[in-house]
């Protein structure tokens, strides 16, 4: 038996940050209805990555609401709003990700909901909280990886870089599913319900709890090194290098040390600890040449019994290949209600040995309001 079994969510979410925190709860076993919009549904259903379609939507909403149930509803529609009500009151979570006021409009607020569901766990992600001149902001990924500093730590020595995935959709999903466990924690001790708000803006700040302490202490900006960067807070040998057949990743280390292993004379003058940091722009310069004179697996046959820390870089098509990875079984199949199958990965936790499964993909736009109407009739 999953956790959440028999536990019920209500989620009027889309995009991708409050969806990716229905769907780790539907993998703790909580059964997620998803609220959405009769014709178009959840945005999300026409975000298409690089023009991927699967079944005739987006790859994006298919990754992301499997495991799921569809509920069609106009919440401008009397009618449909009753039938919305209905599962509110029966609901152990509501969640959305609208901006603020928007549920206020709508009436299907916290304080609303509370009103005839005491014990409710009200989730809600916002882009920049709800108070302050930026609450009406759009919730953007790329935006608040900008505003936050974020992109100012990847790359190197020039312009800000983002990150290659909506890291801050996915950052603040994970610390809306924490705050909403921990409230139904509460809730099954004290009885109580509870407002859980997240917003990108402080899940962004967040991430950078480390970098962001050793500026308060010393108040200076992060400088990356001027090539090879992987860390603006760390100093050599730490980032990745060409080789002759490929790359490699190096993290901390010796400087003498590696100096010895690869046979690298160049290295040899840098022998005191601070110099790796305070010298890392030539130490990684001379690094970067010295490791396209051989191959990977050379280097790695070298660093490795030597328990230097270094790695492989793989692309997807070569991880998935390694015995590493498929020992993992991070990939699952799942099939949609019309038979469509697909796959994608599962949930990382483990509970007990086991691993948290679900054949059950993706749900077509209102696959499930007439099974949900005649649960609410009865």
């Not at 108040?219 to 002759?244: F, S």
């Not at 004379?265 to 040449?289: C, G, M, S, W």
Request: net charge negative.
């Amino acid at each position: 038996m999953k956790p959440l079994e028999d536990y019920l969510v209500v989620d009027f979410s889309q995009f991708l940050s409050g969806p990716s925190a229905g769907l780790r709860l539907a993998d703790l076993g909580a059964r997620v209805i998803k609220i959405e919009r009769p014709e178009t549904g959840d945005i999300c259903r026409h975000l298409y990555t690089s023009n991927v379609i699967m079944n005739g939507e987006s790859s994006v909403f298919h990754a992301i609401n499997r495991n799921k149930e569809s509920f069609t509803a106009d919440l401008k529609n009397e009618a449909d709003r009753q039938q919305v009500w209905e599962l509110v009151k029966k609901a152990d979570v509501v969640m959305h990700n609208y901006r603020p006021g928007v549920m206020e409009r709508l009436g299907f607020d916290y304080e609303s909901i509370k009103a005839v569901n005491p014990e409710v766990v009200y989730g809600e992600i916002s882009g920049y909280g709800d108070v302050g001149p930026w609450k009406d902001k759009p919730g953007q990924d790329l935006l608040l990886q900008s505003l936050t500093g974020l992109t100012w730590l990847s790359g190197n020595d020039g312009g800000p870089v983002p990150m290659g995935l909506s890291i801050i959709d996915m950052l603040a999903g994970t610390h809306l599913a924490q705050g909403i466990l921990a409230c139904l924690v509460r809730r099954s001790v004290k009885g109580e319900g509870a407002l859980v708000q997240v917003s990108m803006l402080e899940s962004a700040y967040d991430l950078q709890f480390e970098a962001v302490t050793t500026y308060y202490y010393d108040g200076l900006l992060p400088q990356r090194t001027e090539k090879n960067n992987a860390h603006a807070y760390l100093g050599a040998p730490y980032g990745i290098y060409k080789t002759a057949d490929g790359y490699m990743a190096l993290a901390m280390g010796s400087i003498p040390q590696l100096a010895q292993l690869l046979k690298c004379n160049a290295l040899l003058p840098y022998t005191e600890v601070a110099q790796a940091f305070h010298q890392r722009d030539e130490i990684k310069a001379i690094l970067a040449d010295h490791l396209q004179s051989d191959t990977t697996e050379s280097w790695l046959s070298v660093l490795q019994p030597a328990d230097i820390w270094c790695a492989e870089v793989f692309n997807w098509d070569t991880l998935m290949q390694q015995d590493g990875f498929k020992a993992l079984n991070m990939v699952q199949e799942v099939q949609m209600q019309d038979g469509y199958q697909y796959q994608t990965t599962r949930c990382p936790i483990r509970i007990d040995g086991e691993l948290l499964t679900s054949a059950k993909g993706s749900p077509a736009l209102g696959q499930d309001t007439d099974k949900i109407l005649q649960e609410i009739k009865n």
